[in-house]
């Protein structure tokens, strides 16, 4: 019996020790909460990390890549007892942060690229990043997403909603699940079967953001005809009117073709309300009536004086009071960071729902609370908790069990992750380089704005009369049948499969839809702005460096060689010599693989990728859904690896990680260079014996070969 209550006490003053070993309060309030968790369920901690792990787990949580050999062995060597503390500060003000969160939230938020409106997906995109970068807080970012009007190219906020444009009551849903992580969707049709909320609650959150009118693009003032005179529809009736509705469709015709780039760039916020659906079969009200906005729970949103009902939303929705969206979030962060929420699942959350641990979600909530919403404040604070920092739980947790966080679970990489952990092998640290900028784009949506503003200055008889004189942009039936005639032969050449027919075809086709595009827009704007528009809005959307970034020019120097060559008194010719080659090298790095071009992270891609791409062979979310993407293994990506060009391209001497491979002066250093390099640690005495093995039977292709063995195992693949 002795025995048994020394045990018992043992275990627990161990339990108060770990907890009280975070380097923050915060952090040690989160042990000590778990702690006795543990001890009520007779629950041991798991073991605390090694640094190898812990480095390869923090750059994979933190900056989604895997540490450089450089930075895994630097961190390793460290004897600094706070250098665990240290590297996240580090990571948490890197651009590998903002690049890593913006795929997270990206995936919550079905932030789409490449959809109607493609400016305005890019600036969606440009806007969630800058406000990562510059930490703005989370109850703020959200609140700009609720209530930004206006254009693309003032806030990229807009693309919001644009992205359900058309969509108003789907857009309520997806608003609701993501920031109160509650499901509504059934309610839209009839009141829901599994939780409390009716039909009319549905429609009356609706009319909150109902008003949302995403425009298609410049509304030109039409009621005006040639002259200047009131358009009188009776004129344009019978043989008389043939005349004015010349002129007319002529006009409409140019200034339509003049405002096409403006369509999907602007939303405005306007008074309309929600009106039940025709078949509404309930008591309290009749179909096709008028709902006023009312919110589902909680405290009334009630607009102030000069603030619109969105406004008043937008306070509710971020309010610290508001029983749900301060818990779901720093419900999401949790799961990010352990593995699993201590609320499942994280967007489908009832009265009824109890939290696994409701001590540690009541604090997490406060916790966000007092850190203002701050994110990277609140993550800082589980980074560095005793619990994040103990090795991993390698059993599933299966449906409806529940975790008790002995220590974070173990789970496979994102496809963002397996991505950018590949470019940071055949690049180095990606993130030195800076984040990559679409300059086309970016120049793009400038330009639109001041066709807009050029648009909003012109004096609609002065445009009727340049038009006129112009002869319009009107359709020329001999062209349009010339364009037909083009466009069946190119659809009959890419049957054939005959592309380059099809491709000199298409561009017929765009020289003469192009005349009358360029015939009206001199028309409309006036020749010179013409001229200057069109030379502006040339050019694709290719992702491209900042020109001055001198960190891609640092980065792809090897100070070491051109250390030793300057002791060696090489002249100055010879060192120049030796630094352009470096600088090549760097350059080729990037096409030394099919996958990996330059230095591109996943956050800087059209974002999903296409169909077929690595990304999404490896679960990218087609961000249809939220939070759609996949960890699960699959065939294709085992073939990728095995038979795809990854390995080739990593231990090509091109490659960043290739040259420090083959910079190692002996073959057992080569292959704890590509130890510490793919899984951030140097081999064991027993796979010491196996590698020296290999090195003997195969000579030059062992790099080969362990590199493809090393990057198929779960080791590479896991964050553990």
């Known amino acids: ?62 900056a989604g890549r895997i540490p450089t050999a450089d930075e895994a062995g630097a961190f390793l060597k460290s004897a600094d007892a706070a250098k665990r503390e240290k590297l996240i500060d580090t990571l948490l003000s890197s651009d590998g942060y903002v690049s890593h969160f913006f795929n997270y939230f990206a995936d919550i938020l079905r932030l789409q690229t490449d959809t109607k409106g493609q400016l305005t997906g890019y600036a969606y995109a440009d806007w969630l990043k800058s406000a990562l970068k510059k930490n703005q807080p989370f109850d703020s970012i959200v609140r700009e997403l609720l209530t930004t009007d206006g254009a693309a190219w003032d806030s990229g906020a807009i693309g919001f909603y644009m992205r359900d444009q058309g969509m108003p009551l789907d857009h309520l849903a997806a608003t609701v699940q993501i920031f109160l ?28 953001t109902y008003g949302m009118d995403s425009r298609k693009g410049y509304s030109f003032d039409m009621k005006k005809m040639a002259g200047g005179a009131e358009m009188d529809r009776k004129k344009l009736k019978g043989p008389e009117g043939e005349a004015m509705r010349k002129d007319f469709q002529m006009i409409k015709e140019s200034v339509n073709e003049v405002t096409k780039s403006l369509r999907y760039t602007q939303i405005t916020e306007t008074d309309k309300l929600p009106k039940l659906p025709h078949d ?14 009312k919110t589902m729970f909680g405290h009334e949103a009630v607009a102030g004086e000069g603030e619109t009902r969105l406004d008043a939303f937008a306070k509710w929705m971020t309010d610290a009071q508001n029983p749900r969206f301060t818990t779901v979030i720093a ?41 203002k919403y701050d994110l990277k404040a609140f993550l800082r604070v589980i980074y560095n908790s005793d619990v994040y920092q103990r090795m991993p739980s390698t059993k599933d947790v299966l449906l409806g069990e529940q975790y008790a966080f002995t220590g974070p679970l173990m789970r496979r990489m994102s496809a963002e992750q397996v991505w950018d952990s590949i470019a940071t092998l055949i690049q180095g640290n990606i993130d030195e380089k800076g984040a990559a900028t679409n300059e086309a784009a970016e120049r793009r949506l400038d330009v639109l704005g001041k066709l807009y503003d050029r648009l909003s200055e012109q004096n609609p008889k002065d445009v009727i009369a ?68 069109q030379q502006e809005m040339k ?66 891609m059209p974002s999903p990728a296409p169909r077929g791409h690595m990304l999404r062979t490896f679960g990218q979310s087609d961000r249809e859904t939220i939070e759609n993407a996949s960890r699960e293994a699959a065939v294709p990506q085992a073939l990728s690896m095995l038979n795809g060009p990854v390995a080739d391209s990593l231990v090509n001497a091109n490659s960043f990680f290739g040259a420090q491979v083959a910079a190692a002066k002996t073959a057992p250093d080569q292959l704890d260079t590509i130890y510490l390099g793919l899984l951030s640690r140097h081999p064991t005495a027993n796979e010491r014996q196996v590698l020296d093995q290999v090195i003997a039977e195969r000579g030059e292709n062992a790099k080969s070969d362990v590199v493809h063995a090393l990057l198929n195992t779960g080791e590479f693949l896991f964050v553990k």
């Not at 079969?281 to 006023?292: F, L, M, N, V």
């Not at 009265?351 to 850190?371: G, H, I, Q, R």
């Open 1 to 62: 019996m002795k025995n048994t209550r020394f045990l018992a006490a043992f275990s627990i003053l161990t339990l108060a020790s770990s907890a009280l070993s975070a380097p923050l309060p915060e952090s040690a309030k989160i042990d000590d909460i778990l702690a006795k968790s543990w001890q009520k369920a007779g629950l041991q901690p798991n073991a605390k990390s090694s640094d190898e792990i812990f480095v390869r787990r923090v750059y994979l949580d933190i």
């Open 181 to 208: 992580g509650t499901r509504i969707e059934c309610a839209q049709c009839h009141n829901h079967p599994f939780d409390k909320w009716s039909q009319m609650d549905y429609y009356k959150m609706a009319a909150f």
């Open 280 to 293: 509404y079969k309930y008591t309290d009200a009749k179909p096709g009536e008028t709902i006023q906005a």
């Open 331 to 371: 419900n999401r962060l949790w799961k990010k960071t352990m593995g699993m929420g201590l609320i499942e699942p994280v967007d489908e959350m009832m009265d009824s729902t109890v939290p696994s641990n409701s001590e540690l979600m009541t604090y997490l909530t406060e916790l966000m609370v007092a850190k």
């Open 466 to 533: 340049r038009v006129k004189a112009a002869g319009g942009a009107a359709s020329n039936p001999e062209k349009d049948a010339k364009i037909k005639e083009l466009t069946a032969q190119m659809a009959e050449a890419r049957r054939k499969g005959d592309k380059e027919v099809a491709n000199k075809l298409s561009q017929q086709i765009k020289n003469l839809r192009g005349g009358d595009r360029g015939d009206a827009f001199v028309a409309v704007l006036g020749e010179d702005f013409a001229k200057q528009y």
């Open 539 to 604: 050019g694709g959307y290719q992702m491209k460096k900042k020109p001055d970034d001198k960190k891609v020019v640092r980065a792809s120097l090897d100070r070491e060689a051109i250390r030793k060559l300057q002791q060696s008194g090489a002249s100055k010719e010879e060192i120049k010599k030796k630094m352009a080659a470096m600088q090549k090298a760097a350059q080729e790095r990037g096409k030394s693989s099919g996958m990996v071009a330059g230095a591109t992270r996943a956050s800087d």
